[in-house]
């Protein structure tokens, strides 16, 4: 097969949601569906299925290890799909914003009766400003939920972007009977039963088919019909264009769990979702990802928490070219060679070794010596990808080192960690001048992460005190003169970040808004200028 079809066949995609809204469940279904888990549905079977997406992340949590966000790979009906997992809640860390970098679409999980969720809100933001195309499922239909037209409502209000429903729920709660498929005119009637049965779709001619009359409840016929037609006069157009441009989602409802539209759903997803796309590359323009010359750019850095073995594993995806083991490339941030000889490819926690994989594919591969950090580019030709910017910190610490003794030690650790990414380092000086460090994530579960390692690999004992206070972090940029005499609110911290930009930390919304009307020549902006 020529690599242009390799690429064309791969799906790399990641599941955005708010906690409890069904991830895990709908991802068991596409691995069920992909034929890389058996059986669905019974309790057994899903705690063994739950294990290779979520329970050895706990395993990895007890012992301390940094929470990975790695990839499932599964071929289904001709595709190969690379799904990215981003942890939840709990763990949810900066590793989960830079998964997204590594993603060419998303699937949008919403719960039909909690609707448009923080985490959800916040992951959202980060597909905006890259303008990952979104596709929007709304989970949970087999339970009363908010109004389908509402829902709808929900997003285009919330998110700033146009709604196509693709698919119309028949009923909600105990008489959700199916899906409408607005696009193929498709009537989905299910079974409720304890592996999601469902008969065999039935072609009909428009609503007004006699068969669709004798096979739905007369209400439910009355108010299918009313929606529709709803739809058809107050709803959006569909256009591919806007999809893929991030400013239109395509939306589906349905049940993950008795997996009523599951399957339509995957099979329009696979159809919607964009193959690799070419990437912009700093020195040579667009690389396409059909192109001979191998590339790729490392999303996420995780330390192997063996003491025996200081080496880390990195995960690169491929933005073009194919890869083979043992192939030796191009580092262009330090001009040397790497070799990727212990490269794996990634089932949940299984590794197995990779011989070969194509552009949109996920690799990890362990390193030990070179320093390697995220968003580096490694190429065969010359090449350098854009830099995964980091995002504004959200919780914040002051941090000690208990053991002033060590301070080389320290300052060695504390370098690493933010090397990769575990957690950002800012500065400031207070009114003696006295400098200190702040540490800042998204996510708490960064901070423990941080600590322990520091701890197990470095021998560091460090004190952190909170600062609840802070709740925002912006970069300021604008005219010199004009940072230098603009008004900081008294309850504003200046501080510096690892590269030295300028950055405030802010008690809430309202006082970025403040600074902001005093300040009319100065940008608070939520990534590092990119002159900087
Ligand atoms: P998450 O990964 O997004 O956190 O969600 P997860 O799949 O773990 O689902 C959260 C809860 O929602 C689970 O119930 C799950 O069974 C339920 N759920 C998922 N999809 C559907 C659906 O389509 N319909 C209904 N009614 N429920 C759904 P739980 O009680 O917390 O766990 P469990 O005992 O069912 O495993």
């Known amino acids: 097969m020529s690599l242009f079809e390799e690429v064309r066949k791969r799906r790399t995609f990641a599941i955005i949601s708010h906690p409890d809204a069904g991830k895990t469940t709908l991802t068991e279904k596409f691995l069920l569906y992909g034929g890389a888990l058996q059986l669905a549905g019974s309790v057994s079977a899903k705690k063994k299925q739950r294990q290779v997406t979520s329970d050895w992340m706990d395993l990895e949590r007890q012992r301390g290890i940094s929470i990975s966000s790695t990839v499932l790979n599964f071929s289904y009906n001709g595709y190969i799909i690379n799904l990215l997992d981003t942890p939840g809640h709990q763990d949810f860390s900066e590793d989960t914003y830079r998964t997204l970098m590594a993603a060419d679409s998303v699937i949008m999980l919403i719960d039909n009766a909690k609707g448009v969720e923080t985490q959800t809100r916040k992951l959202f933001e980060v597909c905006r400003m890259r303008k990952i195309p979104v596709v ?30 693709f698919n ?20 989905h009637l299910f079974e409720k039963t304890e592996h999601g049965k469902y008969k065999a779709p039935m072609q009909v001619s428009s609503l007004n088919d006699e068969k669709v009359r004798e096979l739905l409840p007369g209400e439910l016929y009355s108010q299918l019909v009313e929606e529709l037609e709803i739809l058809d006069i107050a709803g959006s157009e569909y256009s591919h264009d806007t999809y893929l441009d991030g400013d239109l989602t395509p939306v589906f409802f349905g049940s993950a769990m008795t997996n009523f539209g599951i399957e339509q759903f995957l099979n329009h997803f696979l159809e919607l979702a ?92 362990s390193y030990n010596k070179e320093p390697l950090s995220i968003g580096d580019t490694l190429s065969i030709k010359p090449c350098q990808y854009e830099m995964i910017p980091p995002f504004p910190p959200e919780m914040f610490a ?40 702040i540490l800042g994530a998204v996510g708490q579960l960064q901070f423990e992460v941080f600590q322990y390692r520091l701890q197990t690999e470095y021998n ?56 902001q009307e005093k300040n009319p020549d100065i940008e608070f902006l939520k990534v590092p200028p990119t002159d900087t």
């Not at 119309?168 to 009537?187: L, Q, S």
């Not at 933005?319 to 941030?333: I, T």
């Not at 060590?406 to 400098?435: C, M, N, P, S, Y």
């Not at 600062?467 to 004009?482: D, L, N, Q, S, V």
């Open 398 to 437: 002051l941090v000690r080192n208990k053991n002033p003794d060590k301070f080389k030690q320290f300052t060695k650790g504390i370098r690493q960690l933010a090397l990769e990414g575990v957690i950002q380092v800012l500065h400031f000086e207070d009114d003696l001048g006295q400098t200190g460090m």
């Open 136 to 165: 929007t499922f709304i989970n949970k239909m087999d339970r009363f939920g908010k109004e389908p037209l509402g829902l709808l409502d929900e997003i285009e209000q919330h998110f700033g972007i146009k709604t196509y429903p």
């Open 460 to 515: 560091i004992e460090i004190e952190l005190n909170f600062m609840p206070e802070y709740t925002h972090a912006r970069w300021i940029h604008g005219p010199a003169e004009k940072i230098e005499t603009m008004y900081w609110q008294y309850s504003a911290k200046k501080v510096t970040d690892s590269h030295d930009r300028l950055m405030a930390l802010f008690q809430g919304e309202w006082s970025i808004d403040y600074m």
């Open 274 to 365: 964009p193959a690799p796309q070419s990437k912009k590359c700093r020195v040579n323009g667009l690389v396409h990802p059909a192109d001979d010359g191998f590339s790729g750019f490392i999303f996420k850095i995780q330390a192997n928490m063996d003491p025996n073995h200081r080496d880390c594993i990195a995960f690169l995806r491929i933005c073009s070219g194919s890869f083979e083991r043992n192939m030796a490339v191009e580092h262009p941030k330090t001009g040397k060679t790497v070799r990727l000889n212990y490269s794996h490819k990634l089932f949940g926690q299984d590794r197995e070794t990779i011989d070969q994989a194509f552009a949109g594919d996920i690799i990890g591969f």
């Open 168 to 187: 119309w729920p028949i009923g909600e709660g105990e008489f959700f009977k199916g899906v409408y498929d607005r696009i193929h005119k498709t009537i």
